[in-house]
């Protein structure tokens, strides 16, 4: 099963750290009761634990769940320490997130607004 996850709507990072012991209905539950967001929409959630080198993530394809869990050999991520927060990344923060870089890189260039001539 492999899917394309480049159209999703949203990509929310659960800050802080999450029990990873739980699974799709324990986090589903956290994600809708936590956090007032909704499980079954267009929308990719991460979580990390204590360790910052593994994490889960959680999918609704329209049919069902599907998590991902990942453990890394080398390294750890930067995840973000604000318990009880969750922030809404771009497709490039989240590919730096799972490179192991912070997902706010401060001398990247950013998307400047519309200028007036």
């Known amino acids: 099963m492999k899917h394309d996850y480049t159209s999703v709507?949203?990509?929310y990072i659960i800050c802080g750290k999450t029990d990873m012991r739980k699974g799709i209905d324990?986090?589903?539950t956290l994600i809708q009761d936590s956090f007032k967001l909704d499980p079954y929409g267009d929308s990719i959630?991460?979580?990390s634990g204590w360790s910052k080198d593994r994490y889960k993530c959680l999918y609704?394809?329209?049919d069902?769940?599907?998590m991902l869990y990942k453990r890394l050999d080398?390294?750890?991520l930067q995840w973000p320490k604000d318990e009880n927060?969750?922030?809404n990344l771009s497709q490039q923060a989240l590919?730096?997130?799972l490179e192991g870089l912070s997902n706010q890189q401060p001398k990247a260039i950013q998307t400047s607004l519309k200028g007036v001539f």
Do not use: S
């Open 95 to 97: 590919r730096w997130l």
């Open 9 to 11: 709507k949203n990509i």
């Open 64 to 66: 069902g769940f599907a």
């Open 74 to 76: 080398n390294g750890k």
């Open 26 to 28: 324990g986090l589903a």
């Open 85 to 87: 927060e969750v922030r």
């Open 45 to 47: 959630f991460l979580f």
């Open 60 to 62: 609704f394809d329209g």
